[in-house]
Structure formats: C-alpha cells, structure tokens
C-alpha cells in the first residue's frame, strides 16, 4: 500500500488516464477525491471506484469551481496529500484556423487550470505532499494541428519547475508525466473524422519505438511512482511515458 491513508486530489479523474490512475490510487490505500465537470460521468467513475470516492463537480477553466472542489475536500479530509493535475482536452486546428477564442479556450483548459488548481490545493497540502501534472509529448515535438495546446503543455512544464522551486521549502515536491500517444477517450474528441483519425493514429503509430499506443494504466503507474515516497528525492522532473516517441 503505498498511499495507505493518503488524500489524492485528481482532476480530469472521470475518464482515461486520470481515472486509470484514480483506480490504482485507491488500490493502494489512498482517499480519493474525484474532479471532473460532468455529472454523469462523475457518477460513472465513482462506481468504478467502488462508490467510495469523493465526487466534486467543477469546471477547471473557473478558479471559482476549483476553490469549491478544494473547500469540499478540506471540508471531508482537512488536507490533501496528492494532487493529480490532469485534466485536459482540445480540438485540432491548424495556423490559419486558431482564433482568439480558440487561444482563450485552451489556455483557460489545459494552462490556467493547471496553474489554479496547484494554487488553490497547495495552501491544504500537507508536508511531503506530492504534485503532479499531466504534459504532453506535444511539449518537445511539433505536431501539425495542435500549436497551441502544445505551448500549453510547454507551459505546464515550466510550471513545475518554478512551483517546484517555491514548494520545495515546505517539502512539497512538483514533477510531470508526459504521456506519449495513449489509448484514452482523448482522440475521438479532438474533432477529427473516423477515417483520418486511424490515418493519424497510424502515422503516431509508425514513429513510437514500441510500434504501438500506450495504455492510461501504464501512466498510472508512473503517476503512482511520483505520487509516492519512492519518488522522495524527485521534483521538477518529467518523466516520459511514451514508448520512445520523443527518444529516437
Ligand atoms: N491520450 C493521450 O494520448 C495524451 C497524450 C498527451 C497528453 N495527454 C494529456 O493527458 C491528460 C488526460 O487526458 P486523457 O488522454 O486521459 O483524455 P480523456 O480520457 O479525454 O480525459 C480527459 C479528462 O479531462 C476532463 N476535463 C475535460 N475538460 C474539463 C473541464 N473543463 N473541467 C474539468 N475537467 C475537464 C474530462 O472530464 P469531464 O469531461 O468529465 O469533465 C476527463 O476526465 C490531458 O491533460 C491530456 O492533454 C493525453
């Protein structure tokens, strides 16, 4: 049981690689406290974790959603131990196709959302608290189409380093997972058709080392890795999950 005990804080914890993660945290001991912005699949992932998580709805392009998703768990634990900052989505949109909309949109999502739940959780953290956000392979490779949830994740990257640098005095470490390509619900809503889709999935197929997709469970166990004491002397990093994509 390597979170025996543990509070963990998951956003994005009703599909994919969060919910993966959020099973595998429980396994192991740990309180979960479920984050996602749809009630009904808030519901769906709280029986996959047996009925026995906290469930809190919040939308995490609005900081007011993440105080009360925060305030809920203070309110039930007192504190966290683990944040799991992961949620995440976007459309494709190529140069000529990005409006300021679109930029808000993602940047509210993927970036501001990330920065305000490690803001907002951190004053509950307890000491030798573990925070972890979820990159992207998009962070060290161009990939047509997703400009700016790329810089997102870049951005997010930087995150972790100079929150790692600010937390570290209260013995609170910071790193992220990269995931690489990984077989979750995340592509089927990224706007594309089913045939270019498989023509896509097949082009990232061909450039990973390991010739396939990953699975969320094996993130989950690098999230676990991180989350845990086996990381104590771990913060700032990133740790890539993704089979050699961004290696070779
Ligand atoms: N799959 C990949 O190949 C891959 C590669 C690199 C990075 N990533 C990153 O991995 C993370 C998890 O993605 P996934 O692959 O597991 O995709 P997923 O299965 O689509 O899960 C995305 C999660 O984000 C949540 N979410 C989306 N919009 C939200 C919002 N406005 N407020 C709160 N929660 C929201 C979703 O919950 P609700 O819709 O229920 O709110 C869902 O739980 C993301 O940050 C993604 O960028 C994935």
Redesign the pocket.
Known sequence: MKLKNKVAFV??????????TAKLFQAEGAKVVL????E???AA?GKELNGDALLV??????VA?IERAVEATRAKYGHIDVVFA?????TVAPLEAVTEAYVAENL???FT??FFTIQKTAPIIAQGGSIIV?????NTIGYPGLSI?AAT?AAARSLVRTLGAELAPRGIRVNAV????????????IGLPDNVLSQVASGITDKVALKR??E?AE?AKTVLFLASDDSSYTTGTELVV?GGLTQF
């Open positions: 956003t994005g914890g009703t599909s994919g690689i969060g919910l993966e984050v996602g912005s749809n009904e699949r808030l992932a709805r919040a939308d995490i392009r609005n959603d992961n949620a995440g989505a976007t509210a999502l993927n959302g990330t979820t990159t992207s392979f998009l949830l994740k990269s995931p690489g390509a990984i077989a979750t619900p995340f592509y089927s809503k997709f990953g969320p993130l993704d």
